[in-house]
T-cell receptor
């Protein structure tokens, strides 16, 4: 079983619509959680950290559910520029340097 | 605003050849990392260097060696390339501290081994 699992998609989303997807992680002692964005053939870039209370950054909302061991990302009012692969990233307890990456969820926003 | 710089961007090798991937960061970060990314898989850690003078194995170290040359530079060497090492390689850096380990990535090296 992969330590971080994501639905690969693609999620095809009309421009202006809302899309949401989850990521599950296996290590219950994981401490830090992130969403990274990766454009085609580019490097991953931090989109946002995920806090226990949930957090929002503009049109993006991230939630953490420790009991069920998943994090979610919701994108409101989708833009064409939101088309990318979103990587779920988890930092296990006691392994500060060793982030665990999901394989990514592809989002395609269509006009 | 260079951030993390990787060279080369593309490379084609024949089986058995050797090469070194270079990585440099200008953010004064203590920690540096090498990952590989294959289709359908998440980034996998090859080696990392928590601070200058230290290196540790990650998830997939076999067939690779690393050198932390100084605080800025962290190189990855393939001594005898194999087709299974065809991949996209990313270098990353982060500031070691008590906070979250936010990593910043270079643009990647696309390596094909024939």
């Amino acid at each position: 079983r992969k330590e971080v699992e994501q639905d690969p998609g693609p999620f095809n989303v009309p421009e202006g619509a809302t899309v949401a997807f989850n990521c599950t992680y296996s290590n219950s002692a994981s401490q830090s959680f992130f969403w990274y964005r990766q454009d085609c053939r580019k490097e991953p870039k931090l989109l946002m950290s995920v806090y226990s209370s949930g957090n929002e950054d503009g049109r993006f909302t991230a939630q953490l559910n420790r009991a069920s061991q998943y994090i979610s990302l919701l994108i409101r009012d989708s833009k064409l520029s939101d088309s990318a692969t979103y990587l779920c990233v988890v930092s296990p307890q006691g392994s500060w340097g060793k982030l665990q990456f999901g394989a990514g969820t592809q989002v395609v926003v269509t006009p | 605003n260079a951030g993390v710089t990787q060279t080369p961007k593309f490379q084609v090798l024949k089986t058995g050849q050797s090469m070194t991937l270079q990585c440099a960061q200008d953010m004064n970060h203590n920690s540096m990392y090498w990952y590989r990314q294959d289709p359908g898989m998440g980034l996998r850690l090859i080696y990392y260097s928590a601070s200058e003078g230290t290196t540790d194995k990650g998830e997939v170290p076999n067939g690779y060696n690393v050198s932390r040359l100084n605080k800025r530079e962290f190189s990855l060497r393939l001594e005898s390339a194999a087709p299974s090492q065809t991949s996209v390689y990313f270098c990353a850096s982060s500031e070691r501290g008590t906070g979250a380990n936010i990593q910043y990535f270079g643009a990647g090296t696309r390596l094909s081994v024939l």
